[in-house]
């Protein structure tokens, strides 16, 4: 079984690695960039930041594995990942879709626009105040209040690697695959694979709520809740979410 796994927004494919090592380090996984982050943060041009260039990325992971296959999509991951199963499904039989803390996007389109304004401000706080005033704003969200009380050793890494963010880079990908920017994925929900996973912290509610809204519009997506985790179960939990990933049917 190969392993893709698609971080998402001011993170990088070394957030999985405790996942991964939880997984009992299996060889076989795939774990890329998105534009603006990691080894990819230096791209400038707005081409790299459109969504078709993020399904390459997509395209290109598959492209490396053979057989069935586990993707795995965290929040921006999650978004831009039912983007490409609604365009080009094709991973072979056996393979499994896990979206975590994820949503398919904003319907109304009055919500999306302001959704649009509001990260064109953060883009804005990214580009004049820099990095670290960014993080205490992002950090200062509800849902990633479980992480930032994790145990020191374990939060200290994850604060560098996000505090090493290029700040024009995660202004780039706000404007090219921002939750306004892309059209929602709601009506397509019932076409998802029958495999298609859906994965959520339980003490981040407003993703508890999101859950329970895509079951009503995809009821045979299968769903489940995590004890203890917020937002970033991959970061919280990856001993739980690794024992999902190998446990879903």
Same mark, same amino acid.
């Given at each position: 079984m190969y392993y893709i796994f698609l971080h998402g927004f001011v993170g990088s494919s070394e957030d999985f690695e405790p996942v991964r090592q939880a997984l009992g380090n299996p060889t076989q996984v795939i774990a890329p960039d998105w534009p603006g982050h990691g080894s990819l943060s230096s791209l400038r041009n707005a081409s790299d930041y459109t969504l078709s260039a993020h399904l390459k990325i997509i395209d290109d992971a598959v492209a490396k594995t053979s057989g069935p296959v586990t993707m795995v999509g965290y929040s921006m991951g999650g978004r831009i990942l039912q983007h490409w199963l609604t365009r080009k499904y094709t991973l072979p039989k056996g393979s499994k879709v896990v979206l975590v803390s994820t949503s398919p996007g904003i319907a109304d389109v009055a919500e999306r626009q302001n959704r649009?304004?509001?990260?064109?401000?953060?883009? /804005?706080? $990214?580009?004049?105040?820099?990095? %670290? /005033?960014? $993080?205490?704003?992002?950090?200062? %969200?509800t849902m990633f209040q479980p992480m930032m009380r994790l145990p020191r050793e374990i939060l200290t890494p994850i604060l560098k690697r996000r505090a090493s963010c290029d700040p024009e880079g995660l202004a780039l990908s706000l404007a090219g695959v921002g939750t306004g920017e892309l059209s929602d994925t709601w009506s397509l929900l019932p076409s998802l694979p029958d495999a298609t996973h859906v994965v959520v912290g339980e003490l981040d509610k407003r993703y508890v709520d999101i859950l329970r809204q895509i079951h009503a519009a995809g009821p045979n997506l299968k769903q489940r809740i995590i004890k203890g985790a917020g937002h970033a179960v991959h970061l919280e939990k990856p001993k739980e979410l690794a024992e999902t990933l190998l446990t879903f049917p």
């Amino acid at each position: 079984m190969y392993y893709i796994f698609l971080h998402g927004f001011v993170g990088s494919s070394e957030d999985f690695e405790p996942v991964r090592q939880a997984l009992g380090n299996p060889t076989q996984v795939i774990a890329p960039d998105w534009p603006g982050h990691g080894s990819l943060s230096s791209l400038r041009n707005a081409s790299d930041y459109t969504l078709s260039a993020h399904l390459k990325i997509i395209d290109d992971a598959v492209a490396k594995t053979s057989g069935p296959v586990t993707m795995v999509g965290y929040s921006m991951g999650g978004r831009i990942l039912q983007h490409w199963l609604t365009r080009k499904y094709t991973l072979p039989k056996g393979s499994k879709v896990v979206l975590v803390s994820t949503s398919p996007g904003i319907a109304d389109v009055a919500e999306r626009q302001n959704r649009v304004a509001g990260d064109a401000a953060v883009a /804005r706080l $990214l580009r004049v105040e820099g990095m %670290q /005033r960014f $993080l205490h704003y992002w950090h200062w %969200q509800t849902m990633f209040q479980p992480m930032m009380r994790l145990p020191r050793e374990i939060l200290t890494p994850i604060l560098k690697r996000r505090a090493s963010c290029d700040p024009e880079g995660l202004a780039l990908s706000l404007a090219g695959v921002g939750t306004g920017e892309l059209s929602d994925t709601w009506s397509l929900l019932p076409s998802l694979p029958d495999a298609t996973h859906v994965v959520v912290g339980e003490l981040d509610k407003r993703y508890v709520d999101i859950l329970r809204q895509i079951h009503a519009a995809g009821p045979n997506l299968k769903q489940r809740i995590i004890k203890g985790a917020g937002h970033a179960v991959h970061l919280e939990k990856p001993k739980e979410l690794a024992e999902t990933l190998l446990t879903f049917p």
